[in-house]
């Protein structure tokens, strides 16, 4: 089938300079092109050099429509008003989207699954194994202690994150609802402040911190009587995002469109 052309979405933010270079080191896959948004003074600069390499031949464009029809995948970590055109111009050309955006709302939710339709979608909060194993290993802890134990989830992220809670953190937040068997829309807590009152038996609460150039730090805390678990991950480099992704990428070749999941990338 020879390489699979990967195309990458915000190539000059942080995020798209980590995807080029995880596209460019991985066998199998080759940089098919990039965007960035209209009037960005990136227009026209090589990805290679933005991602610190070599420089590759290829400029980045902010035509994504043009891009898409010689791709076979995109990877797609940018804002949810994009996300959702990107899936929809990559449904209409029939290749793989990898979704790593977070802050997405119940109506983006509902248009990536309509894209799904005609697409193979890849979607997680958090493209990392460890942290799928971490989300795994949530469900697993929710289903076998009762509601006696309190959930909580931290997260830490750099300054510059704009959305809160973390996808990752919802991610976790979803894992343990589902061990629970109840719906994170209603259980999750996401502020306290002020007179609360007692805390509410089967909650999952959620605290966020924000500081510095954090990459990703997430826990998860069953707190019971007399006793405390508490599952972490710490990120220390964004490439293990981009390795994930890649590795999504070139998972979903040949796979009929849905929405899928890391934990189907990793057969978890």
């Not at 055109?85 to 939710?109: D, M, P």
């Not at 924000?210 to 972490?232: M, Q, Y």
């Amino acid at each position: 089938m020879g390489d699979m052309r990967i195309a990458v979405m915000g190539a000059a933010g942080r995020m798209g300079r980590e995807l080029l270079a995880a596209v460019v080191a991985t066998p199998g896959a080759t940089v098919a092109g990039g965007t960035e948004r209209p009037g960005s003074p990136y227009l026209g600069a090589d990805l290679g050099t933005l991602a610190g390499l070599a420089p590759l031949g290829i400029p980045v464009t902010d035509d994504p429509l043009e891009l898409f029809t010689r791709s076979d995948a995109v990877l797609d970590f940018t804002s949810p008003a994009a996300t959702v055109e990107f899936a929809g111009l990559a449904a209409n050309a029939r290749i793989v989207h990898v979704i790593g955006t977070t802050g997405l709302s119940v109506e983006n939710e509902a248009a990536l699954k309509a894209a799904a339709r005609h697409a193979t979608i890849v979607k997680a909060g958090n493209m990392s194994l460890g942290v799928n194993l971490l989300t795994a290993i949530t469900r697993t802890v929710a289903e076998a202690l009762d509601a006696d134990f309190d959930i909580e989830i931290i997260e830490m992220h750099h300054s510059r994150k704009v959305d809160a809670p973390s996808g990752t953190a919802l991610m976790l937040g979803e894992a343990a609802a589902a061990g629970r068997g109840v719906s994170l829309t209603t259980a999750s807590i996401r502020s306290r402040d002020g007179h609360t009152g007692p805390r509410r038996r089967g909650d999952i609460g959620f605290a966020t911190l924000r500081g510095g150039d954090v990459v990703g730090d997430h826990t998860v805390i069953f707190a019971g009587p007399g006793e405390r678990i508490e599952l972490s991950h710490k990120a220390t480099d964004r490439g293990i995002f981009a390795r994930g992704a890649v590795k999504a990428a070139l998972w979903g070749r040949g796979k009929p469109p849905g929405l899928y999941a890391m934990r189907d990338v990793l057969g978890l």
